[in-house]
């Protein structure tokens, strides 16, 4: 393996982590965001109030992806194993 395919594994691990993130992290800002402008208009400053919809949302929007998600971990878990037959000492 040469420095450029080593680099290049990286960024692809990188760039798979953070697709498999996105779709929660995006969900769970949104409805933070959300959930915080109804704070400051209705002066409520409970710190729980945030936690339930954040964890309902985050739940349910994992449901949803997790297919899509399964299957780009697979992918890439067997493009890696693949990968491993390459590999000499």
């Known amino acids: 393996m040469t420095d450029a ?3 290049d594994l990286i960024r692809q691990t990188l760039w798979v982590s953070l697709l498999l993130c996105a779709p929660v992290l995006t969900a769970t800002l949104v409805i933070g965001l959300l959930v915080s402008v109804f ?3 209705t002066q409520i400053n409970e710190m729980t109030l945030t936690f339930l919809p954040k964890l309902v949302v985050s739940g349910v929007v994992l449901v949803l992806v997790f297919p899509w998600m399964m299957h780009l971990f697979r992918d890439y878990f067997t ?3 693949e990968l491993m037959g390459e ?3």
């Open 79 to 81: 493009h890696m194993v």
């Open 87 to 89: 590999v000499k000492p």
């Open 39 to 41: 704070q400051a208009a």
């Open 5 to 7: 395919s080593i680099v």
